[in-house]
């Protein structure tokens, strides 16, 4: 079975500061992706990173970068200079290639304090 | 401009009544994907589907129906069979060739009252 956990239901960060939210994924599939979504408070969800089991480098996009540690089965999302906009729900996602449903965590609620 | 559209983004309707959320992409998408969510939690797949005229139950399809005639379109049902059914609705859709991102649209809230 396939399963993703995000521990932290909340998290706070000064502005201009970086945080890592965490995620943690199971599935016994070598083949998978790893996703990362911002949820603002009008509902819509917005793609933010990616990162595939065989990918040798970590993904980066802009301020955003994924601490992929395969062994551990982590994919934790790291945001740098945290601005005010980046306050917003974030759900860890994972794919497997022998599928095509999406698993999403529980989500981790960010507040970007001033 | 490529996207996906859900309408209406709110929704009233009566206990007892089904109702019919829109969801359609102009993405050529080949599979499509309706989730719920409910305050505070993460997205729950109600069903998904792969290309035209089939579809797959998801975690949580009981009073729930779909249909997909169309390509661009899939619109999910929501029956007087579903228990509670005010919620968060989303729909998305991925490429058959690239999996690497599954695109959302804006969602419809539901409530039922």
């Known amino acids: 079975a396939q399963k993703i956990t995000q521990t932290q239901p909340g998290m706070f960060v000064q502005e201009k500061e970086a945080v890592t939210l965490d995620c943690t994924y199971d599935?016994?599939?070598?083949?998978?992706?790893l996703f990362w979504y911002k949820q603002p408070s009008s509902g819509e969800m917005i793609f933010l990173i990616y990162q595939g089991s065989y990918d040798q480098q970590n993904a980066t996009e802009g301020r955003y970068s994924l601490n992929f540690q395969k062994a551990r089965k982590s994919a934790n999302l790291v945001i740098s200079a945290s601005q005010l906009g980046d306050s917003a729900m974030y759900f860890c996602a994972m794919r497997v290639n022998t599928g095509n449903q999406f698993y999403f965590g529980t989500g981790t609620s960010l507040t970007v304090i001033p | 401009d490529g996207g996906i559209t859900q309408s209406p983004k709110y929704l009233f309707r009566k206990e007892g009544q089904n109702v019919t959320l829109s969801c359609e992409q102009n993405l050529n998408h080949d599979a499509m994907y309706w989730y719920r969510q409910d305050p505070g939690q993460g997205l729950r797949l109600i069903y998904y589907s792969q290309i035209v005229n089939d579809f797959q139950k998801g975690d949580i399809a009981e009073g729930y129906s779909v249909s997909r005639e169309k390509k661009e379109s899939f619109p999910l049902t929501v029956t007087s069979a579903q228990k509670n059914p005010t919620a968060f609705y989303l729909c998305?859709?991925?490429?058959?060739?690239?999996?690497?991102?599954?695109?959302f649209g804006p969602g419809t809230r539901l409530t039922v009252l």
């Open positions: 599935t016994s599939d070598p083949s998978y992706g």
């Open positions: 998305a859709s991925t490429s058959q060739s690239s999996y690497n991102e599954q695109f």
